[in-house]
């Protein structure tokens, strides 16, 4: 904001050309006509007015104006702009905003200002944004006030107060008097008042406002400003609280997506797969194929990617994870140790295998448009690619439970999981149901991929990242157990989250490993253990 | 009686096994001391050097092997145990560095004063005394060993299970270590290491004889291994291996005999670790990933577990594969170190010396029959 260099006093002459400035209520040529002749006094006024008048292309004339770029032509006297292009001057005419080709300096007079004036027209600027028609800009700047809190914008704020309409901005206007008011020396009762406005808005930038009031004051306004900061401290750590949550949820459905299909293979086969983090790898691959398939050759569905490459990632990886249950898993069925070691061989040869194919490096995978960005809720600020993988990740949790409780399939993967030789006599095909369970688990794997490739590097260790914590969630939630899995991972992202300020990230993380140790000896099988009766 | 107790495990196989790794400790050596280095007979320090490395993975591989072989024991994290007892031994080696270091302080090793240390952390203190560092190299990961496996075997955490936590333990290490403020050198590590015991670590000489303890602690592992699998104790603990649910319903105290026997693995992890710092001159805290752990159970799956003779087989064929694959093709090696693992999984549940002893069974049956 060009006003906030402004001197107090300045601004103080501003306010009051603002109102001798609303009886001219002149248009804008002819104000215009007016800046450019006369003295610097005449100018003055005719800033003012401008000011008042609220039009929003007075704004960049006057900023033209105190750059020493707004010209007069002597042929026809037309006021212009002309920006330094070269040896040139590119111009456009002032009023209409319309382009004049571009002209040297040769036969424009360039229109004269003096410091007072510059400062008058930094200040009439920022009232100009202040009753602009944008209302983005109005409220930034009743924002910029507030920061501000300096007595001598009460007049504008008051006069911009009256007119306005919108009940947002009118609040933000009215707080950012109220921190005019307290800066002010104004009468004990406005000011107990103005406190109570401000703490209402009870941010940090509020809590900076009243300590300071409560720092320069005394009497019945320092006890006000004393516990309206103290109040917004503990609205402020309420925030930081939730803040501290999401933060936590976000991280705990990034372990949700990874553990998933993990808790499905491990729950059902009693398969440690560690592979799995290697799926995700595959996942996150197959994006960026996609993605350089769509730069390539067709650029406007770039915003499609992600949801042309979730159905890819889910059969490249079911497809391989089938692959290797065929090949492989399926002879050590009864050996879980040998198990985990054919599979983490397997790991390092997908590794390998990507790096010969993509290279070693990080591999760039680009962000849709409407996952990039952010907002606020109240004081907490969430990220759009954070919260469709929140989403995400419900989604595909929500379709598994579907799939396992609704559909033939996930009958026959609940009963093989509770009594495999029972569920054989019963006819199932258990060599069937563990081959799409395992290509089931590794599809889900590969949708994870897909989705960690937004706030992941995207390289061939991608996985090994994963494959510890997956580990500690589903053995943590309980193994065969979908909504342990749920509750384990986002117990640990919340836990590991809150830990982070007071321990920093790694001690946070080897604090959250210990636990998850020392848990594991107290309740062997989980938090929500699968009761059954069968002996290891 | 000990002497006694100590043979009563050993076959002949195996007699001859620990005379042969002993006889390598012995000749090569001497090789590289007597022989003048242009003689044929002359072995040139580094092979020295990579034989003293083989035979440290080999005592980790049979450490392994005890606990998994022999008790049903996954443990992924042994190279934790390992790291451990290197970093004791790297304590030690940093003390002797004295005011030798880059910065010269004769007290604070060149990291802490980088790292603007005003004196040396409580835990650093007794580390410039051998004796210490010796004790220490079997008393940490021992410690650790037994406080994990207190609490696990106590509340009956078996298989992948216990996998997963060991795992876990190693990870969390690694994490640990990587932090500067931990005061054990941080990412670094430590090196530069100048002597020990007074001897010059550079000096062939010193070489010689830590190829010499090498091969002389893996002799020692292999005789205790063999006394203890040999034993009554040991009896007790295959069986735990393969049915430890009717062992504990005969009334045996399951978890003791998993204790002990995690325990003492532990202790011969650590030693093999303390022994191949100084060879290879640091340690880091990349010992501790979760990847060497597993390594470490695929040299003992690759030579035949619950044998005594295969995990060492197992390293060093493993090892010496890494050392001449990454040299000459070194896109190849993760391919073949996964392939390994899934064929030895799949193919050679037994491991090499599981196939050569089903080739003389067969051999055998086949000349049984030939006269019939």
Not at chain 1, 52 to 80: F, H, K, M, W
Not at chain 2, 288 to 308: D, Q, Y
Request: hydrophobic share 55%.
């Amino acid at each position: 904001m060009l006003f906030l260099r402004l001197p107090a006093v300045l601004l103080s002459a501003l306010a009051s050309l603002l109102i001798a400035g609303s009886a001219l209520a002149a248009d804008l040529p002819a104000l215009v006509g007016s800046l450019t002749t006369g003295s610097f006094g005449d100018r003055e006024t005719a800033v003012g007015a401008l000011a008042t008048s609220g039009d929003a292309r007075a704004a960049p004339i006057l900023e033209a104006l105190a750059a020493g770029q707004l010209y007069v032509r002597q042929s026809d006297n037309l006021v212009l702009i002309g920006k330094t292009d070269g040896n040139q001057l590119a111009l456009t005419e002032a009023i209409s905003g319309k382009s004049a080709g571009t002209g040297a300096e040769a036969g424009l007079d360039r229109v004269r200002v003096n410091n007072r004036l510059r400062g008058i027209i930094e200040a009439a600027v920022g009232s100009l944004t202040l009753m602009s028609p944008d209302p983005a800009v109005r409220r930034g700047a009743a924002e910029a006030l507030f920061k501000r809190r300096d007595a001598s914008s009460l007049a504008a704020l008051d006069q911009a107060l009256a007119g306005e309409k919108d009940a947002r901005i009118k609040r933000s206007m009215s707080e950012a008097r109220a921190a005019s008011v307290l800066a002010s020396d104004a009468p004990a009762a406005q000011k107990v008042e103005a406190i109570a406005l401000v703490r209402e808005r009870g941010d940090r930038d509020a809590l900076a406002v009243l300590q300071a009031t409560a720092a320069s004051s005394d009497g019945e306004v320092k006890d006000a400003a004393t516990a309206g900061a103290e109040a917004i401290r503990q609205t402020i750590a309420a925030w930081e609280v939730a803040q501290n949550v999401w933060y936590g949820i976000s991280l705990g459905s990034v372990l949700l997506l990874a553990a998933i299909g993990l808790a499905i293979t491990f729950g059902t086969m009693g398969v440690i797969n560690m592979a799995h983090g290697e799926m995700v790898m595959l996942g996150a691959y197959t994006t960026f194929v996609v993605q350089e398939v769509i730069r390539t050759s067709a650029p406007h569905l770039f915003d499609a990617s992600l949801l042309i490459a979730l159905p890819l990632a889910f059969l490249v990886a079911g497809g391989i994870g089938i692959l290797i249950e065929r090949s492989i898993i399926r002879f050590l069925y009864g050996r879980p140790l040998e198990t985990l070691l054919a599979t983490w061989g397997l790991s390092l040869v997908l590794q390998q295998a990507v790096r010969s194919i993509f290279g070693p490096s990080n591999r760039e995978v680009g962000a849709p448009s409407w996952m990039s960005g952010a907002f606020q809720l109240g004081q907490l600020n969430i990220t759009y690619g954070r919260l469709w993988i929140v989403v995400f990740a419900l989604v595909v949790f929500a379709a598994l439970i579907l799939l396992l409780r609704k559909t033939p399939l996930g009958l026959y993967m609940r009963a093989v999981t509770q009594n495999r030789p029972m569920a054989s006599a019963m006819g199932i095909r258990t060599p069937r149901v563990d081959a799409l369970t395992f290509g089931l688990g590794s599809g889900i794997a590969g949708l994870a991929g897909v989705a960690l490739s937004q706030i992941d590097n995207v390289s061939p260790n991608l996985g090994q990242g994963y494959i510890i914590d997956s580990f500690m969630v589903v053995v943590f939630g309980g193994v065969g157990n979908l909504f342990g899995t749920l509750v384990g991972a986002t117990a640990l992202g919340i836990v590991n989250k809150f830990l982070e300020p007071y321990a920093g990230a790694v001690l946070g993380k080897i604090l959250v490993l210990v636990f998850i140790i020392l848990f594991i000896q107290r309740r062997p099988r989980g938090l929500f253990a699968l009761k059954g009766r069968s002996v290891e | 009686m000990i002497t006694r107790f100590l043979l009563q495990g050993m076959d002949r196989g195996l007699r001859l096994f620990v005379l042969l790794v002993l006889a390598i400790g012995i000749v090569l050596p001497l090789l590289n001391q007597l022989m003048p280095p242009g003689s044929a007979l002359h072995v040139p320090s580094w092979v020295l050097q990579l034989i003293g490395k083989y035979l440290c993975y080999a005592l980790l591989a049979l450490a392994v092997d005890l606990v998994w072989g022999f008790c049903g024991i996954l443990s992924l994290g042994h190279g934790a145990f390992f790291a451990l007892g290197g970093y004791c031994m790297g304590m030690y080696l940093m003390r002797q560095i004295g005011s030798r270091g880059v910065y010269g302080n004769p007290v604070l090793p060149d990291f802490m004063v980088f790292l603007n240390y005003k004196e040396l952390p409580w835990f650093w203190h007794g580390f410039d005394q051998f004796w210490f560092a010796a004790i220490m190299i079997f008393l940490v990961p021992s410690l650790l060993a037994f406080a994990l496996g207190w609490f696990a075997f106590r509340s009956r955490v078996t298989g992948v299970y216990l996998s997963i936590i060991t795992q876990a333990m190693t990870f969390a290490l690694m994490l640990a270590f990587f932090r500067n403020d931990m005061g054990l050198g941080g990412n670094n590590g430590m090196t530069d290491f100048k002597d020990i015991l007074g001897f010059s670590v550079q000096a062939d000489s010193t070489r010689a004889v830590l190829c010499f303890a090498s091969a002389f602690a893996l002799a020692l592992g292999l005789v205790i291994s063999a006394a203890i699998v040999g034993s009554r104790f040991g009896k007790a603990l295959t069986a735990v291996r393969d049915a430890e649910s009717r062992m504990r319903f005969l009334g045996y105290r399951v978890e003791g005999y998993k204790l002990f026997v995690f325990v003492l693995s532990a202790a011969m992890a650590g030693l093999a670790g303390a022994i191949y710092v100084p060879q290879v001159g640091i340690i880091n805290p990349g010992e501790f990933s979760p990847a060497n752990s597993i390594e470490a159970v695929i040299w003992v799956a690759v030579g035949g577990r619950g044998t005594l003779i295969g995990p060492v087989i197992g390293a060093v064929i493993v090892n010496f594969g890494k050392t001449w694959l990454t040299g000459a093709l070194p896109e190849v090696w993760l391919f073949a170190l996964g392939a390994m693992f899934i064929a030895v999984t799949l193919f050679l549940p037994k491991g090499v010396v599981g196939l050569w002893s089903q080739i003389r069974t067969r051999g055998a049956t086949r000349k049984a029959r030939a006269p019939a």
